[in-house]
């Protein structure tokens, strides 16, 4: 089994045993922990995962950014990126000092996620602070437009 955390610092650690199929591996990949020192990210998060982070309140040293998409959106291809960039910066904070973490939900595989928090259209991100939807932003935006959206959460 193969199981990685995801720090700011954009290391992986992997530790691995032998006997068990890729596949199954890549199952474990989402088994990520919370962690108050540094952003984490949860791609391809399922419902359970999108409300244990997301709809958090008692964390509330972090603001959390779901970024809604799907593999056959191209706007979602160019944004993606750029929010894992930003996310993993450690000097990239909201306009309040809170860190960030990400969440990432294929809204074809989450369609009753993206349906309970309105998505109609792609990409969208929404952003919480203390288990709670607070802003967000529809289509593809530059590197200086997240920066914006952030700085002002």
């Excluded at 809170?98 to 294929?106: E, Q």
């Excluded at 792609?122 to 997240?146: H, M, S, Y």
Aim: glycine share 6%; with cysteine; proline share 3%.
């Amino acid at each position: 089994m193969i199981s990685a955390i995801f720090k700011a610092s954009t290391r992986l650690r992997f530790a691995s045993t032998v006997g068990h199929s890729f596949r199954s591996a890549a199952v474990s990949l989402r088994q990520f922990h919370g962690s108050l020192k540094c952003q984490e990210h949860y791609l391809n998060a399922d419902e359970k995962t999108f409300e244990k982070v997301a709809l958090n309140p008692s964390v509330s040293d972090k603001a959390v950014l779901v970024d809604f998409y799907a593999e056959w959106c191209n706007p979602c291809k160019m944004i993606s990126p750029l929010l894992e960039k930003l996310t993993s910066d450690e000097t990239v904070k909201t306009g309040g000092g809170r860190s960030l973490d990400l969440v990432t939900v294929d809204t074809d595989s989450e369609f009753d996620l993206a349906v309970k928090y309105q998505v109609r259209a792609l990409p969208t991100v929404i952003a919480f602070k203390d288990g709670q939807k607070v802003d967000q932003f529809v289509g593809a935006l530059n590197e200086n437009g997240i920066r914006q959206f952030i700085a002002k959460l």
